[in-house]
């Protein structure tokens, strides 16, 4: 196999589908990373409460809420991928 | 390589976004494309915040603990040192144990284990309270977790002496409550 026969990854060239997908891919991937930071956070919080540290609650709820808009702003992100995608097929 | 496959992917993008969205195919619906997969983990770290501030509602504002009741647990003269008193309090389901480990000092426990809930029990040579499950180690003295996977110390019975009779007047407070304002 020739190095003109191997798939573009790079450049003008690539299709922007693919693209659009690795980018999804990777906000997906950073969704889930921070899915499993606020799952841990919601652990230790629990557990100092029982343990009757109650000022933990607060700043936990901040840092869950901050969390929450980043994985809501991530969602938009894809969103808005998908749909430039969408709108560029139909332009096609 | 025939065009046929070129064609084929050229009309199916060409169909409307209601045939992409809604299949007609069963094996379909099982399938998890990325929009509904990120909709899912945002959906999952709503959960979350939700949980997190269901917590800070439960923190803030709680209401005052109920007065227990004072409930006489031994004599002391029938409590030799190194000796062992299982009693229920508050409730009958409510296990606890009294351990006198000195001359002067005694101390009761909730007998859960923090971890997983099994009963501790008293281990004289070492002077620990010990759960058989996980080999979870508390000290004596004020129920703080030495070794394993306990991850707080055990709930400690507040006790008054009244003559010779030891008894029961409620929880010790833990964590911040424990602390002075």
């Known amino acids: 196999m020739s190095a ?3 798939p573009r990854t790079r450049g003008p060239l690539y299709p922007l589908r693919r693209r659009e997908l690795t980018a999804i891919d990777g906000a997906l991937a950073l969704l889930a990373v921070l899915l499993v930071v606020q799952i841990w956070l919601l652990t230790a919080a629990l557990e100092a409460f029982l343990g009757g540290h109650r000022g933990v609650a607060l700043p936990a ?4 809420g901050l969390l929450f808009a980043a994985c809501c702003g991530l969602f938009l992100f894809i969103r808005g991928l998908d749909r430039a995608s969408q709108r560029a097929r139909a332009a096609r | 390589m025939s065009d046929e ?4 992917r050229a009309e ?6 209601w045939r992409e969205e809604v299949s007609i195919f069963a094996a379909d619906e099982r399938y998890v494309g990325r929009r509904q997969f990120a909709k899912f983990l945002v959906l999952a770290s709503l959960g979350m915040f939700v ?4 917590l800070l509602a439960k923190s803030r504002f709680r209401k005052p603990a109920a007065r227990l009741p004072a409930v006489p647990v031994a004599r002391l003269a029938e409590l030799p040192v190194g000796g062992v008193k299982l009693f229920n309090y508050p409730g009958p389901e409510d296990h606890c144990l009294l351990v006198r480990y000195a001359e002067d000092s005694w101390a009761a426990y909730s007998q859960k284990c923090t971890h997983l809930s099994c009963a501790v029990f008293y281990r004289a040579e070492s002077r620990q309270l010990v759960c058989p499950c996980h080999h979870g180690y508390f000290a004596v003295e004020d129920g703080r977790v030495l070794q394993g996977p306990p991850p707080r110390p055990l709930p400690r019975v507040r006790l008054e002496r009244r003559g010779d009779l030891l008894v029961a007047v409620g929880w010790e407070p833990q964590g911040d409550e424990a602390s002075p304002a």
């Open chain 1, 4 to 6: 003109g026969d191997e």
């Open chain 1, 61 to 64: 709820a901040v840092v869950s």
């Open chain 2, 5 to 8: 496959p070129k064609i084929e």
């Open chain 2, 12 to 17: 199916r993008e060409r169909e409307p976004l």
């Open chain 2, 51 to 54: 949980g997190n501030l269901w």
